[in-house]
């Protein structure tokens, strides 16, 4: 299971060292054994010129959701260090629009992990509980330490 020592260290590159997360207004608000959940309260630099949620943004909070979601699992090989893992392969379904002003939810989770490949998905609800997007993703881990 995951150490308190861990979700600490988490939370903190989750909410306050990692950039693009800072720049585009990402928060970890929650982390488990094979689960991450991740907001985002809707800003102008992420819609679209039509004022809806840009797809880029949906998909990029999936990508923290399931990335985060695999790193409560992959701590402590070579001590406090994760092995990165890249994308082989993802799908997303954008099933509703996302409303400028509303606040999203991913919850990612890791469905299967092995010693290379992790199968992921998840899933964005709006505050209404409506759901916005599902994804699912293939990584493999490149086997090189990364320091949190």
Known sequence: PMTKDLYDKLMVFGNDQEPFLAHNF???????????????????????????????????????????????????????????????AATIDYLSAAAAGST??????????????AFCSAEMTDETGKVIVRAHCVMCFTGRALPL
């Open 26 to 88: 990402m928060r970890t608000t929650d982390l488990d054994d094979g689960t991450a959940t991740v907001t985002l309260p809707m800003h102008t630099e992420s819609l679209n010129r039509w004022g809806g949620a840009h797809g880029g943004i949906l998909f990029s909070l999936c990508d923290v959701a399931m990335g985060m979601a695999i790193m409560t699992l992959r701590q402590g090989e070579g001590g406090h260090r994760s092995r990165p893992p890249h994308w082989c």
């Open 104 to 117: 999203l939810t991913t919850v990612g989770k890791v469905d299967r992990l092995g010693g290379k490949l």
